[in-house]
């Protein structure tokens, strides 16, 4: 068998499980074999083991550095996805007549609200839907109730390419957020959310663990009879550790979050995330053969939506299965959704902007 290098990896465009930094690709597989003289990998080790000890802790640590996380938080690595969120948080938050308020504004928002329906009752604050979630609710079209249990939104809509620039402001009743897609791209001030979720597999590390920030004094509104792990209590009494947690997933994550203090915090992240969209939404705006149909104001810097014309689906389908020919691979848009999507996580390079926007400008002069 042939050893894989570097010079292999193409440019990956794929919306999640996403690409990752190299640097941390290349430490875990230096690792692999034997993590830290321990002779054995950390696939193999005791997750009680003191080599795992540090290596949860220092996720942790860079989870909180990077977050900038309040004492008064705890940081949970869970199983089961952003979707087992979707049914624990309103399991665990729900107080008895106090309805839950969502901001609908896509697939992520829908599948959520579906299992919120099945444990409490259900307002609906905003939704993007008459508009085909091509823009987010304005503040003038959510309305949100003193009353309710908490308010539930997705930070960044994965799909439909539209992002939160500014959060709704919700006074005492905890902001719920789904972030899984746009997690650690920029800073956020975690003191406004009551609880924030994120399936690790785009901007965190690989699939297997979800990232739960949770105000502590929040898991206290569960009842102590349910079972015992769906409780956040329970994960937090337990240093995320009640059971066997996904070792080599949180592994990769520690890596990930010493990959973002050596490139500069998340403060050069969040810098180059702007630049990298930027540069590919001024492409699309000025090319008169693609074009981007979510509102300017509300576009995501992580998910770039890509039509061709008004939605030419065989010149699309010929521009994904071109682009994979050349190198870059995952641009075919969500099953839901159509056209194309190029998702442009922190660990997707400025070469593979660049590298995108040469190829879309050769593919426009041949068939434009
Ligand atoms: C990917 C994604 C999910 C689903 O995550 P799973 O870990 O597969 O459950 C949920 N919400 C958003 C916003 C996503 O991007």
Same mark, same amino acid.
């Given at each position: 068998?042939?050893k894989t290098t570097?010079?292999d990896?193409i440019?990956?465009?794929s919306?999640g499980?996403a690409v990752?930094?190299?640097?941390v690709?290349?430490e875990?597989r230096d ?10 990998s950390v696939m ?5 083991s003191?080599a795992?000890d540090? %290596?949860?802790a220092?996720a942790e640590?860079?989870?909180r550095?990077h977050?900038?996380i309040p004492?008064?938080y705890?940081v ?6 952003a ?10 938050l ?6 839950i308020?969502?901001?609908? /504004?896509?697939?992520w928002t829908?599948?959520a609200?579906?299992e919120?329906?099945k444990?409490?009752?259900m ?5 993007g ?5 091509r823009?987010l609710?304005? &503040? ?5 109730g ?8 997705a ?10 620039k500014?959060?709704?402001e ?5 902001l719920v957020?789904?972030?899984?897609s746009d997690i650690?791209s ?16 785009k901007?965190l590390?690989?699939s297997g663990?979800t990232?739960?920030v %949770? ?17 956040f209590? /329970?994960?937090i ?9 996904? /070792?080599f ?10 990959? %973002? /203090? ?5 403060s050069?992240?969040e ?5 990298k ?13 693609y ?24 010149l ?7 682009a994979?020919?050349?190198g870059l691979?995952g ?5 839901s959704?159509?056209g194309?999507r190029a ?5 997707? &390079?400025l070469?593979?902007?660049q590298?995108? %926007? ?7 002069r041949r068939?434009?």
């Amino acid at each position: 068998m042939k050893k894989t290098t570097v010079a292999d990896r193409i440019f990956n465009f794929s919306a999640g499980p996403a690409v990752l930094p190299v640097p941390v690709l290349e430490e875990a597989r230096d690792q692999l074999l034997n993590y830290q003289n321990s002779g054995m990998s950390v696939m193999e080790m005791s997750h009680r083991s003191k080599a795992f000890d540090q %290596i949860l802790a220092s996720a942790e640590a860079g989870v909180r550095k990077h977050m900038n996380i309040p004492d008064n938080y705890a940081v949970l690595f869970l199983q089961g996805g952003a979707s087992l969120q979707f049914s624990m948080v309103p399991i665990n938050l729900f107080i008895k007549d106090k309805p839950i308020d969502v901001i609908h /504004t896509g697939v992520w928002t829908k599948m959520a609200m579906a299992e919120i329906k099945k444990i409490a009752p259900m307002r609906l604050a905003g939704t993007g839907e008459q508009e085909n979630f091509r823009r987010l609710p304005r &503040p003038d079209e959510i309305k949100l109730g003193k009353d309710a249990s908490y308010v539930y939104i997705a930070s960044n809509n994965t799909i439909y390419g539209t992002q939160w620039k500014k959060f709704p402001e919700t006074g005492d009743v905890p902001l719920v957020a789904d972030m899984s897609s746009d997690i650690l791209s920029r800073q956020v001030d975690v003191k406004k959310f009551g609880l924030i979720f994120a399936g690790a597999q785009k901007n965190l590390g690989p699939s297997g663990v979800t990232l739960v920030v %949770i105000r502590k004094d929040l898991a206290e509104r569960a009842d102590k009879n349910l079972p015992t792990m769906f409780q956040f209590r /329970t994960h937090i009494e337990s240093g995320s550790r009640y059971n066997t947690p996904p /070792t080599f997933g949180i592994y990769i994550l520690s890596l990930v979050m010493d990959w %973002i /203090t050596k490139e500069g915090g998340i403060s050069a992240i969040e810098k180059r995330n702007a630049l990298k969209a930027k540069l590919l939404y001024d492409y699309i705006d000025q090319s008169g053969f693609y074009r981007c149909p979510i509102e300017k104001s509300d576009r995501s810097l992580m998910n770039v939506i890509v039509r061709i014309g008004e939605g030419n689906e065989a010149l699309e389908k010929e521009f994904d299965q071109e682009a994979e020919k050349s190198g870059l691979s995952g641009l075919k848009g969500h099953r839901s959704a159509g056209g194309l999507r190029a998702s442009i996580y922190n660990a997707q &390079p400025l070469e593979g902007v660049q590298a995108l %926007i040469d190829f879309m400008k050769e593919f426009a002069r041949r068939k434009g």
